[in-house]
């Protein structure tokens, strides 16, 4: 974002955060949000991008007028970046998938970046059809023929690839998804289908440690900076802080937490899978331990968890007090965009800091 799109963006967030004025904006166009990203669209406009209690997604260009702000849908079908998009409304995609279909509805979309459809089929079995950046694709098919297989992890694969659209679908995963399974929010739990997932082999994966991890990092607080003074100082304490060195190499998912976790007889299926790599494992365990305490955090699902299995303030053993904090840095600057939960970002940039801090000292 240029200087201009920067000042529009974080004055429209602080305008639309104070008394919770993002719902007011939400209200008329879409009541059963529960989930608003605030973003931008590269073009120095402000997104409005929506989750809906029926699991769907859609995305808005914000725009001003007399009466305050407004919402102009964003059509994805129109989305130059992802132009394979195009398919699910042409009458092609009966024939891609060799299926008649029945219904096709968003379930994520972020403009230009990536769009995730399910399609029920004529069986009434569901697909997802995935739509990526040329540059994630390539990426995607590259780590798709390094994907092992194991008898506790499995992987979505693909069903059916289209290369000229950036896509591909995939079967719906067996079993529920974690975030639904409260019983499991533990890490007793989940240390053995960890343990599994690190022992993967595959030689040819991109290399993942705690400096490509800082490096994403900063590029999110570089973005939430923009729009929530809490997490500005994060920036700082990631850049500084010294990471203890480790023995845990292995397989890496790179963005595990529980909604991209289906659990089948104690067996997982991964999703989202694009950004596998080899490296530090503790990327991926703390970073699900920390989605799970996460959970405990939210009141819309405090009453349906179970407690976390640490006590809320229990000290990390040394050699992950600079991941941890890494990790609540990212997460507050995931919620930092995110209106309704400006209290969770300024409670989670504390924590970051304190343990941040505490590596520094």
């Given at each position: 974002?240029?200087?201009?799109a920067?000042?529009?963006?974080?004055?429209?967030?602080?305008?639309?955060v104070?008394?919770?004025g993002?719902?007011?904006?939400?209200?008329?166009?879409?009541?059963?949000?529960?989930e608003?990203l605030?973003d931008?669209?590269r073009?120095?406009?402000?997104g409005?991008?929506?989750?809906?209690g029926?699991?769907t997604?859609?995305?808005?260009r914000?725009?001003?007028g007399?009466?305050?702000f407004?919402l102009?849908?964003?059509?994805?079908a129109?989305?130059?970046?992802?132009p394979?998009v195009?398919?699910?409304t042409?009458g092609?995609?009966?024939?891609?998938?060799?299926?008649?279909?029945?219904s096709?509805?968003?379930?994520?979309y972020?403009?230009?970046?990536r769009?995730?459809?399910?399609?029920?089929?004529?069986?009434?079995a569901n697909?997802?059809?995935?739509f990526i950046r040329?540059n994630?694709?390539?990426?995607?098919?590259?780590?798709?023929?390094?994907?092992?297989v194991?008898g506790?992890?499995?992987f979505?694969?693909p069903?059916v690839?289209?290369p000229?659209?950036?896509?591909f679908?995939?079967a719906?995963?067996?079993?529920?998804?974690?975030?639904?399974?409260?019983?499991?929010h533990?890490?007793?739990?989940?240390?053995?289908?960890?343990?599994?997932?690190?022992a993967?082999?595959?030689?040819?994966?991109?290399?993942?440690?705690?400096?490509s991890?800082r490096?994403?990092?900063?590029?999110l607080?570089h973005?939430?900076s923009?729009?929530?003074p809490?997490?500005?100082?994060?920036?700082?304490?990631v850049?500084?802080?010294?990471?203890?060195?480790?023995?845990?190499?292995?397989?890496l998912?790179?963005?595990l937490?529980?909604?991209?976790?289906f659990?089948?007889?104690?067996?997982?299926?991964?999703?989202?899978w694009?950004?596998?790599?080899?490296?530090?494992?503790r990327c991926d365990?703390?970073?699900?331990?920390e989605?799970?305490?996460?959970?405990?955090?939210?009141?819309?699902?405090r009453?349906?968890?179970?407690p976390?299995?640490?006590?809320?303030?229990?000290?990390?053993?040394?050699d992950?007090?600079?991941?941890?904090?890494m990790v609540?840095a990212?997460?507050?600057?995931?919620?930092?965009?995110?209106?309704?939960?400006?209290?969770?970002?300024?409670q989670?940039?504390?924590?970051?800091?304190?343990?941040?801090q505490a590596?520094?000292s």
């Amino acid at each position: 974002m240029n200087a201009p799109a920067v000042k529009y963006a974080e004055e429209t967030f602080t305008r639309l955060v104070k008394d919770g004025g993002w719902a007011g904006v939400m209200k008329s166009r879409e009541p059963s949000a529960h989930e608003v990203l605030v973003d931008d669209l590269r073009d120095g406009s402000v997104g409005v991008l929506v989750r809906r209690g029926d699991t769907t997604a859609g995305a808005y260009r914000l725009v001003e007028g007399p009466r305050g702000f407004g919402l102009d849908p964003l059509d994805p079908a129109c989305d130059a970046r992802l132009p394979g998009v195009a398919m699910l409304t042409d009458g092609s995609l009966n024939d891609r998938l060799d299926n008649e279909t029945r219904s096709c509805v968003t379930v994520a979309y972020r403009p230009g970046r990536r769009l995730v459809a399910r399609v029920q089929l004529s069986s009434g079995a569901n697909v997802y059809v995935k739509f990526i950046r040329p540059n994630a694709f390539r990426r995607a098919l590259s780590v798709l023929d390094q994907l092992p297989v194991d008898g506790l992890i499995a992987f979505a694969r693909p069903t059916v690839i289209w290369p000229e659209a950036n896509a591909f679908a995939t079967a719906e995963c067996p079993g529920q998804a974690l975030w639904q399974r409260h019983e499991l929010h533990t890490m007793v739990h989940a240390r053995p289908p960890l343990a599994a997932l690190a022992a993967l082999e595959a030689a040819a994966l991109p290399r993942h440690d705690a400096d490509s991890e800082r490096e994403a990092t900063l590029r999110l607080l570089h973005k939430a900076s923009v729009v929530s003074p809490a997490v500005r100082d994060l920036k700082e304490l990631v850049s500084e802080a010294t990471f203890e060195p480790t023995t845990q190499e292995g397989f890496l998912h790179r963005d595990l937490h529980e909604k991209q976790i289906f659990v089948s007889e104690g067996r997982w299926t991964l999703i989202d899978w694009e950004g596998a790599s080899l490296g530090d494992t503790r990327c991926d365990a703390i970073n699900l331990e920390e989605h799970f305490r996460l959970r405990t955090l939210r009141p819309d699902s405090r009453a349906a968890g179970p407690p976390y299995d640490r006590p809320p303030h229990h000290r990390p053993p040394h050699d992950q007090i600079a991941w941890r904090g890494m990790v609540r840095a990212r997460l507050a600057a995931v919620y930092a965009r995110r209106p309704q939960w400006k209290w969770l970002c300024e409670q989670l940039a504390d924590e970051s800091r304190e343990l941040l801090q505490a590596v520094a000292s």
